[in-house]
């Protein structure tokens, strides 16, 4: 670990923290988790942050490391990217047009970089993982939520005020069920945790699904896992909701395919491992929406780096 | 018009060709029209644009002008930005990987830029239009299709080989009616002039409309102008077909909306001419399905330029 050559990445979760020091070429040096403290006082969410990267730090400098010389936070919502303001997230009620970059420079006196969390997963998979020497891809998460992230010509796309990349809600099918947006036929109605739960809960006959042991866990909640479990054995309503969420996701990686001719998809988050079980009526929607291209119809490959593509991100963006 | 600083922008059409020299700043100093001769052989209709860029060269240089430092033309069809390569356009049916920067270059002897149509519509609209000092905008064209362009970072979005902005080709609703590219329910299905008529003749009690007077000129085709007019005249039948292509146009300004987070939407073509009686349904949708953003939702203006826009935005892309 040479002196002051790192910076630190930190993934804000509503439920917890990672945070890590990472090297000029990646190498996360030192890996700490936390609670968020996500229920707390606007300040205390803040100042928790700050205290797990004065850890980090103190353990790097232990290790022969020096100063971190920048830290990039990534956050689950909107933010406005020029002012390093965090809008709104469900995840952290406290911050309501919170001006989290501020904050955080005051507590840590260097430069901060503030990215939403989908963004940052995305630069992270740019720079070392399945989207790495690629120039124009479309990434998306599915997980409790649909987030999104895209490169064009090998940047990230952030538009106006760093908002874009809200690929969850393009809409897929205009009549489709409610989403947590306020829309409806979002992608994220339908290729999302909180999508397949609503599917199989308003599928006929599943009105007091939640006792249903095929998809819900013994404490109750909805399990990704337990539902691709099941549609593997064969279970029908299993199978036919993750078709119609195949077949959405389909739908808006065709129309993404017509607005960015990308070289590449990368699909991650929780919901992937379903995707086998998706993947014929995603594609079968995909051949019919796509422009065809000289070049073919863009692959749709697995993220790779995990839970921590996010630290690395975050740690990219404040390079 | 000093020596030498002008360069050529050329707009392909199904039917006619505009050909113009444009300076460095913008200026139209030679514009010309001719046929296309889009349904001769393919050689035959490249000779001509040659052709036809040599006369304009000759007009500039009369006037005291140097020789056109290069050409940009603008192709109303997918192409290979990287290899200048026209992969098919219905308007010229000879040409099918069709290597026509090359063929040109042998022609002209000099650089040749080729650009999608919408696109070099969109640079023309970005330099000197609608969309002037903005750096993150999506533009539409509602022609006989729909065209689009997006600048990011104030550069156009071309992606992977050049194909990127077919935003007409953006599913707005799956089960929607059939659209020229084999999918269905495309946004240039219900907001282009061929969307329009389809949805006209699709109503029930229009199976023969063709003859109806309200929507068809003398030689029986399809005018959007006329459906406007019976529209603004309270014809029943004209304003629920404006108010479905108004939905289908705000549900993609919406997605679009969330996908880039632009500064501002530029909505041209002919099909703009209805645009204030879409206006209604557009906006219910745009506010429905947009990101609450802290800036609000971009504007959606119409475009300036006017049909000058392609040799403008064309000559831009040669420069």
New interface residues.
């Given amino acids: 670990l040479s002196k002051a050559r790192y910076v630190i990445g930190l993934d804000l979760g509503g439920t917890n923290i990672r945070c890590g020091a990472v090297s000029r070429r990646g190498e996360i040096l030192v890996l700490r988790r936390a609670p968020a403290l996500a229920m707390s006082a606007a300040q205390i969410v803040t100042e928790n942050i700050a205290q797990q990267v004065r850890i980090v730090e103190s353990i790097a400098r232990r290790r022969g490391g020096g100063k971190a010389s920048a830290v990039g936070v990534a956050v689950p919502g ?1 933010i ?1 990217l020029k002012t390093g ?1 965090v ?1 709104a997230t469900p995840h952290i009620p406290a911050w309501r ?1 919170y001006p989290l970059r501020r904050r955080l420079e005051t507590l840590l006196q260097r430069p901060i970089k503030i990215e939403n969390d989908a963004n940052a997963w995305a630069l992270g998979e740019l720079w070392l993982g399945a989207a790495r020497g690629f120039k ?1 891809v479309v990434l998306l998460t599915l997980g409790t939520g649909v987030g999104g992230g ?1 490169i ?2 090998g ?1 990230i ?11 969850g ?6 009549e489709g069920p409610p989403c947590d ?4 036929g ?1 992608l994220e109605a339908f290729a999302s945790a909180s999508g397949l739960r609503q599917m199989v809960l308003s599928q006929p006959g599943l009105a007091h699904a939640r006792a249903d042991r095929a998809f819900f866990d013994r404490k109750g909640d909805f399990s990704v896992r337990k539902l691709t479990v099941a549609a593997k054995m064969g279970n029908q309503r299993a199978l036919a909701v993750l078709k119609l969420a195949g ?2 996701l389909g ?1 808006a990686i ?3 395919s ?6 590449l998809f990368v699909v991650g988050g929780g919901v992937t491992g379903a995707l086998p079980l998706m993947k014929t009526a995603m594609e079968a ?1 995909v051949r ?2 796509s ?1 065809v ?3 073919g119809i ?1 692959p749709v490959v697995r993220a790779s780096l995990g839970d921590n593509a996010g630290v690395i991100g975050a740690a990219r963006a404040a390079m």
């Fill in positions: 909107p406005n303001v809008l047009n124009h895209v064009v010509d940047n796309v952030h538009g106006r005020a760093g908002m874009a990349g809200e690929l809600h393009v809409t897929v099918d205009p947006c306020g829309s409806r979002c077949k959405h739908i065709a129309s993404l017509n607005i960015f001719d990308p070289e929607e019919l929406r422009i291209v000289e070049a863009a």
